[in-house]
């Protein structure tokens, strides 16, 4: 469902009109969290060094 098609969902479209298409931005802001999260706990380097041993 398109926001901007206010036909099938006129009170979603005025809501995205006064506030942003604020679920679109929770997933952007999810998605980069998540990305960073990843880079945070990459153990990866930890497990090829510990095979070298």
């Known amino acids: 469902m398109s926001f901007t098609d206010s036909?099938?969902?006129?009170?979603?479209a005025g809501?995205?009109?006064?506030?942003?298409?604020?679920?679109?931005?929770?997933r952007r802001v999810a998605e980069e969290t998540m990305r960073e999260a990843?880079?945070?706990?990459d153990f990866s380097d930890?497990?090829?060094s510990a095979a070298y041993r």
């Open 15 to 26: 809501l995205v009109k006064e506030h942003g298409d604020v679920p679109a931005e929770v």
């Open 46 to 48: 930890i497990r090829r």
């Open 7 to 12: 036909s099938e969902a006129p009170i979603y």
């Open 38 to 41: 990843d880079r945070a706990i």
